[in-house]
């Protein structure tokens, strides 16, 4: 198959996270199964416009709003097209190729209302709203599934829950922190409520290092909160040291309003682990009472501090990693790359 991805960033851009990496990963893996990739993307700031990753062909034009004209134009050249849908404004490939899927990672209804202005936010619910047009559908979770029928009023009947995956080659257990040690990890948004983690600090029993790693329009005011609460914020950081901070982490902690799938949750399960996080978006999806980590009410700060002052003790925290580890056994990118090849193939048939 000639498949075309959209998606406003690639990897190289600076600004890459879950949505690129969701592509990334399955887009390598639809390569070494036979098929063409192609990754159409906004310009990147000192890379080529046509380049090539992993046998993944990456094309750039346009900037952040002319993207969406210039991938309509590209959608005509191949066979299948998913339009990923990151940013809530769909790229509309439908309207000159009937073999397109929206490739949906959340809802943004309710993100966009702490985001944006009146006129702004009005008008991305709306076009938010045209994914129903869309006779395909993919979306990595039953809570994205269940959101698109509730707020954006799509024939369930249209799509199709693929889960993401993690690379358990890349993501595995290593050795813990001597000491305590809780990860937050995540862009610097208010819909991340980063600024949650001092609330849940101050009401903690157990000492425990608290390491924050993301970047964004946030970063400055958390840096200098975190200075005056004793978290070490490190901003971005590497693809190795992220990995390292998962595996000597006792815990992770997420305080997302909204989250389609909890990737990070997942990877740090993989690396073993254990999760506490809001009961919000897909997150109670992911993590289950007991098993991989703690699903408290949210922004319940009182209940989330003794999730973690509980896995503060040591003895616990290695029986959670274990069965952290296991749950994300599961997930594996070459289960989701099969999965999209397949589902896509059933539509190149059509």
């Known amino acids: 198959m000639d498949i075309l991805f959209v998606n406003h960033r690639d990897i190289y851009h600076p600004q890459a996270g879950g949505a690129e990496e969701v592509i990334k990963e399955v887009g390598r893996r639809l390569v070494s199964l036979g098929d063409q990739v192609t990754w159409f993307s ?15 062909t990456l094309k750039r034009r346009g900037g952040r709003a002319s993207v969406h004209v210039y991938s309509i134009l590209e959608a005509r050249k ?13 790229f509309f490939s439908f309207t000159v190729n009937r073999k397109t899927v929206a490739l949906i990672h959340h809802i943004h209804q309710d993100v966009v209302q702490l985001e944006l202005g ?12 045209q994914v129903k047009r869309y006779d395909y559908l993919i979306a990595v979770s039953c809570t994205t599934k269940s959101d698109l029928k509730t707020k954006l009023n799509v024939d369930e009947s249209k799509v199709k829950v693929i889960y993401n995956g993690v690379d358990h ?7 813990k922190s001597r000491e305590p040690m809780i990860l937050w990890i995540g862009r610097m948004k208010s819909y991340k409520n980063p600024f949650d983690i001092f609330e849940i600090k101050k009401r903690m029993k157990t000492k425990a290092e608290i390491v924050v790693v993301g970047s964004g329009e946030m970063s400055e005011k958390f840096s200098t909160e975190a200075e005056r609460h004793g978290v070490k914020y490190l901003g971005r950081v590497s693809e ?3 990995v390292n901070l998962y595996q000597r982490s006792w815990a992770i902690l997420s305080t997302s309003f909204i989250e389609g799938w909890g990737m990070t949750i997942v990877e740090g399960n993989a690396c073993g682990t254990p999760a506490v996080v809001y009961r ?5 999806e992911v993590v289950k009472d007991g098993e991989n980590g703690f699903v408290v009410n949210y922004k319940d700060y009182e209940s ?17 990693s274990k069965r952290s580890y296991d749950s994300s ?22």
């Open 42 to 56: 906004e310009e990147v700031k000192g890379r080529p416009s046509v380049e090539s990753y992993e046998g993944i």
């Open 78 to 90: 191949h066979e299948i097209v998913v339009d990923s849908v990151a940013h809530a404004v769909p």
């Open 118 to 129: 009146t006129f702004s936010r009005a008008l991305v619910k709306f076009m938010e709203r």
């Open 169 to 175: 080659d890349k993501f595995k257990p290593g050795e």
């Open 240 to 242: 190795k040291d992220k």
């Open 280 to 284: 919000s978006g897909s997150l109670p």
């Open 304 to 320: 989330a501090a003794k999730a973690l002052d509980y896995l503060m003790d040591e003895s616990v925290m290695k029986y959670m």
């Open 329 to 350: 056994l599961k997930y594996d990118w070459d289960i989701t790359a099969r999965s999209y090849n397949e589902f896509l193939k059933k539509i190149s048939n059509f």
